[in-house]
């Protein structure tokens, strides 16, 4: 059975960082895409950020050079490192692996409130 664990999110003032770690367990052969989501209240979940097998990236245009993505392989953890934290990036962020031969995963949510 998979399961994606996150953790690392919290409360920070306007400004600062957090960084966010989503780990896959269970039985997989390999992990394809690996991405963070957010939805805010109100809106419909959104890709903040993903990351290919190989370290290729995509960005929102909204996080671009503040957002940073990055796996372990050998860990099988994404993680996102956000820095210049704004209000408008509160959300829950969801964290989503396609998995080789079993389809697409989701992690159980995470709370990232941005205020001071």
């Known amino acids: 059975q998979v399961q994606l664990v996150e953790s690392g999110g919290g409360l920070v003032q306007p400004g600062g960082s957090l960084r966010l770690s989503c780990a896959v367990s269970?039985?997989?052969?390999?992990?394809?895409?690996m991405g963070w989501y957010r939805q805010a209240p109100g809106k419909e979940r959104e890709l903040v950020a993903r990351?290919?097998?190989?370290?290729?990236?995509m960005y929102a245009d909204s996080v671009k050079g503040r957002f940073t993505i990055s796996r372990d392989n050998i860990k099988n953890t994404v993680y996102l490192q956000m820095n210049s934290l704004k209000p408008e990036d509160t959300a829950v962020y969801y964290c989503?692996?396609?998995?080789?031969?079993?389809?697409?995963?989701w992690g159980q949510g995470t709370q990232v409130t941005v205020s001071s």
């Open positions: 989503k692996s396609s998995i080789s031969f079993m389809g697409d995963f």
């Open positions: 269970g039985s997989i052969f390999s992990i394809n895409d």
């Open positions: 990351i290919s097998s190989g370290g290729g990236t």
